[in-house]
């Protein structure tokens, strides 16, 4: 084993966004031979590169506190990091990169040129500038006390530093490095951890026709209930796989499904023409049949959503003999029609796990740490930033923001 024979003024374990950026942070008030950032992969920032599809979906403009949690603790926590960090140190934390972001609807924010490779490169060109000492391949698998300060020990190296940030990110996506192993660390030092799942990932259904629309896309209003209770809903695109309900509109619901269930089933009711009531539905469908009566049924709802959908649809309304004119639908089979094309429902059997996560739910519970300085208030010197928190946001850039955000004020904080 290697023991560095100096000590360093911060380390921070994680090479991710909040990792670096707190590194960054660090360097840039006690200089970055200082500061030593150690990284598990052979790489830096292997998430961010897949984030957005490649495009980096960077943060959003209205980044509020209330956007991670109505939970009055969680809410207090991340208010206070937002207010010691505020959206414009990160505007000019972006800028002081290099970094130019353009705006899209919904408040997103991207880099200029859509690439996440180039803000990881511009992240990695600052730490290279500030000479902060970066390990590669080095996972850290203990923390200890040591005298005034701590000492970190992976199989190769034991790391002597006053102060110390945990930026390891959470489990979700272990294919690109997610793993609870900060969580772990902090766990040995005596922080609580509260329950940890994916979130912002596909839920399963064992809707019986799934297989038959797999790759399939619907914009629609989708629903989460909770036994038979609204719990939330969303407007935009659902996907259909083998066995689950992907999608925007449901990454976004899946924040709300919890793995316990509350005893009571989740179902997903798509609404696939939420501008018109049912009844209006059942009377375009009405006129629909006196406009194309001889339209064999297996084609009367193609133009208005992909064939297997209508089929799909005419099924679960069990409307059978499908190579029937539609003038042969009865009164009461275009209500049952109208009623599923509001009200298609899905019951939900569990998350899709980790491995197709964005992000990671619960972690190092925040009311071991200060808002104010994210310290541990349980080890002097201890600081945690970006997933391996108890905080997470919905899909849009909220995450990342939080990355940025919590990186920020953990490595000025530290040092
Ligand atoms: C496919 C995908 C797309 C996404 N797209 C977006 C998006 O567009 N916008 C958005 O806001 N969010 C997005 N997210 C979420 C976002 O990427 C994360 O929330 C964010 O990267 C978290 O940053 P972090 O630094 O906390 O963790 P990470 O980026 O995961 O970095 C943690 C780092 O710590 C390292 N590490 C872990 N344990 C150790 C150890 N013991 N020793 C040494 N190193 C260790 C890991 O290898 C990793 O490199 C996406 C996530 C995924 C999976």
Request: aromatic share 8%; hydrophobic share 40%.
């Amino acid at each position: 084993m290697e023991r560095q024979n100096r000590t360093y003024k911060a380390a921070v374990i994680g090479g991710g966004a909040a990792g670096m950026t707190a590194a960054i942070s660090a360097a840039r008030a006690v200089g970055g031979e200082n500061v030593v950032l150690i990284e598990k992969n052979e790489k830096l920032g292997r998430k961010l590169l897949a984030t957005g599809n490649g495009r980096c979906n960077i943060s959003n403009s209205s980044a509020d506190p209330s956007e991670y949690s109505h939970d009055f603790h969680k809410l207090r926590f991340v208010k206070s990091v937002f207010s010691a960090v505020p959206p414009d140190c990160l505007t000019e934390f972006f800028d002081s990169l290099g970094i130019v972001l353009k705006e899209e609807k919904g408040g997103l924010l991207y880099p200029l040129g859509e690439q996440a490779a180039a803000v990881n490169d511009m992240l990695k060109l600052e730490l290279a500038r500030l000479g902060v000492v970066v390990l590669l391949g080095t996972k850290i698998t203990k923390i200890s006390q040591n005298g005034e300060g701590w000492e970190l020990f992976s199989h190769t190296h034991s790391i002597l530093s006053d102060k110390v940030i945990v930026a390891c990110g959470g489990a979700a996506a272990p294919s690109l490095g997610g793993t609870d192993s900060g969580v772990q660390l902090l766990s040995e030092l005596g922080h609580a951890v509260t329950p940890m799942s994916p979130s912002l990932v596909q839920l399963c259904t064992d809707f019986p026709n799934i297989k038959s629309l797999g790759g399939v896309r619907v914009k629609c209003k989708a629903a989460l209930l909770c036994g038979g209770a609204f719990v939330a809903e969303e407007i935009g695109e659902v996907q259909f796989t083998d066995r689950t309900l992907s999608g925007i509109a449901v990454f976004q619901l899946s924040r709300f499904v919890r793995e316990e269930g509350e005893g009571k089933p989740y179902r997903i009711s798509l609404n696939l023409m939420p501008e018109r009531s049912d009844f209006a539905v059942f009377q375009f469908l009405t006129k629909r049949v006196r406009t194309i009566p001889h339209m064999p049924l297996e084609d009367f709802l193609s133009p208005l959503f992909k064939k297997s959908v209508g089929v799909c649809l005419l099924r679960y309304s069990k409307i059978e003999k499908l190579d029937r004119p539609c003038s042969a639908l009865s009164e009461e089979e275009i209500k049952r029609l109208a009623a599923s094309i509001s009200d298609w429902s899905f019951n939900i059997t569990g998350k899709a796990d980790f491995k197709n996560a964005q992000v990671m739910s619960g972690g190092a519970s925040i009311e071991n740490f200060s808002g104010s300085t994210l310290e541990s208030k349980l080890c002097r010197g201890i600081f945690a930033a970006g997933e391996t928190l108890d905080i997470d946001g919905p899909c849009g850039g909220y995450n990342l923001h939080w990355a940025w955000t919590s990186g920020l004020l953990a490595g000025k904080s530290a040092v």
